[in-house]
C-alpha cells in the first residue's frame, strides 16, 4: 500500500510559476513510477508527467512540454512537479499517482495509488 499527499496548489497569475509536492508513504517509493495528471471539470484525467524509479528518464504532454519539470527526491520520498508560464488552461485539480512497475506510462489505467488532488487556479 502506498499514501500519497499533494500540496502546493493555490491561485497564480497567468505567467505565474507554482510548485507541487508529493509526499510518499508505505511501500519502498524509490521503486516506483510516479505520475502527474490533471482534470479539469469533465471525467477525462489527463496526463501531465512521469519519472522513473532513478528519476533518470521523464516524460511530458506536449502541452507542458517546456514549462512544467517533474523531478524526485527519493531521500524524502517526494516528487515534484515545477509549473512556470502557466495559462488558464492549467487550471484544474493535479493528482500524482504511482505504479508498481519502472515502466513510463501516460495511461491513468496503469496507475495504482493515487493522492487526493490538489487545486491550481490560473486566472488570466
Known amino acids: 500500500q502506498v499514501q500519497l499527499v499533494e500540496s502546493g496548489g493555490g491561485l497564480v497569475q497567468a505567467g505565474g510559476s507554482l510548485r507541487l509536492s508529493c509526499a510518499a508513504s508505505g511501500r519502498t517509493f524509490s521503486m516506483y513510477v510516479m505520475g502527474w495528471f490533471r482534470q479539469a471539470p469533465g471525467p477525462e484525467r489527463e496526463f501531465v508527467a512521469a519519472?522513473?524509479?532513478?528519476?533518470?528518464?521523464?516524460y511530458y504532454a506536449d502541452s507542458v512540454k517546456g514549462r512544467f519539470t517533474v523531478s524526485r527526491d527519493n531521500a524524502k520520498n517526494t516528487v515534484y512537479l515545477q509549473m512556470n508560464s502557466l495559462k488558464s488552461e492549467d487550471t484544474a485539480v493535479y493528482y500524482c499517482a504511482t505504479r508498481t512497475v519502472n515502466v513510463l506510462s501516460t495511461s491513468p489505467q496503469h496507475y495504482i495509488y493515487w493522492g487526493q488532488g490538489t487545486q491550481v487556479t490560473v486566472s488570466s
Open positions: 519519472i522513473t524509479s532513478s528519476g533518470g528518464s521523464t
